[in-house]
């Protein structure tokens, strides 16, 4: 028989009502007891105070505050935060993995808009649309003006994958749909094997970085990562190649990869850059051979509602004792895999 959870949803109110429209409160209320308001953005107040002293579970988003270990404190009966989000790590420290509380995250969830946002850039990287889009000489002068944009086709291309994440991994098996596409993945934690099945080829970075049309950005940001791709592996890239990254901003030299646009050689499509949101003094918005969005590839609208029910059927796992799917350990968010 299923017992309710004691829950307490903490998050930022934009983000509640993102999240929780009325057949998805219903749904959190069949699976846990909640307090009234069932919703707090500050763990600090007394009303929050009172409610964390029964609480077994948080149901956690952007806007939650820092499990502090005095907040922990405050939560004797605290066993597991579900994370409505990708990253947890703005959210937990050591002191939840000391109390052997479970961390689960809509990491999982939230790959999916972020991999489909790459395919379709990647698609739009292989006919240099953007480019030619903000290039008003050649955007209505027909097919045959362009000139300086190197091959315009989707066939037969090479994709490089850095980072075999959960988003890598996806934008892998999302490539499959385009024809003789050739999938080169540069990540020293994967697996050969798991890389090959996705539909791809495991090889060192700088074996990868010369074979590629399209180099797309998906590992985890950690010191170790800080301008992984910088002048010395942006030079390696062929001409008229593009460099994509919905990752991290840090995850590239900006300067690098503005200079290397600038003159003419590489083209980019950024979602994230570094810093954020970028200063009106780089360089990076100046060229017209970068595009830069603002950091939409993440769930928005109602793709926030896939996060919620990801998060609720965690929930549903969690009070009935089966086996979570997306468990955070401490291990992984110290390799930061949970970004």
Known sequence: MQTKARALVVMSRSSFEAHFDRQRLARLSQLATLPDPCWTDDLDSPEARRALTDAEVLITSWGAPLLTSRRLAAAPKLRAVLHCAGSVRDLVGQEVWQRGITVTSGADANAVPVAEYTLAAIIFAGKKAPFLAADAERAYGGWGS??????????????????????????????????????????????????????????????????VHVLSVHAPETAETHHLIGQSQLSLLPKHATVINTARGSLVDPDALAAECAAGRLFAILDVTDPEPLPAHSPLRDVARVMITPHIAGSLGTEIGRLTDHTLDELARWVTRRPLTAEITRESWALGVSA
């Open 146 to 211: 362009v000139t300086g944009y190197g091959d315009l086709s989707n066939f037969g291309r090479t994709v490089g994958i850095v980072g075999f994440s959960r988003i890598g991994r996806r934008v892998v098996e999302l490539l499959n749909v385009l024809g003789g596409t050739t999938c080169l993945v540069a990540d020293p934690y994967a697996d050969p094997d798991e890389v090959a099945r996705a539909g791809a080829q495991l090889v060192p970075l700088d074996e990868l970085l010369p074979r």
